[in-house]
């Protein structure tokens, strides 16, 4: 098992903060799409990922145990 987290309006579209899924071995790529196939994330494909608390790339792979957090870009003034 993998935990996804999620950040501001992907938690918000999704109406939950994390998910926990049977996806390791995925590629970072592969879960977004399986996101926005399962729940229809509009702002996915600007995210910042980071798998662990390090930010990765798409194509990197996720172990069992892993976290993955999709951040969302900030504004600011």
């Not at 999620?6 to 592969?30: H, P, R, W, Y």
């Not at 799409?33 to 798409?58: D, G, H, P, R």
């Not at 792979?61 to 976290?67: A, E, I, M």
Request: aromatic share 6%; net charge negative.
């Amino acid at each position: 098992m993998i935990k996804i987290l999620l950040f501001a309006e992907l938690q918000e579209e999704a109406g939950v903060d994390q998910i926990e899924v049977d996806k390791a071995g995925s590629t970072v790529t592969e879960l977004k799409e399986w996101l926005l196939q399962e729940y229809k994330l509009s702002s996915l494909s600007n995210t910042m990922i980071a798998i662990n608390e390090s930010y990765a790339t798409e194509e990197e792979r996720v172990k069992d145990g892993d976290t993955v957090a999709f951040i969302p870009p900030v504004s600011g003034g």
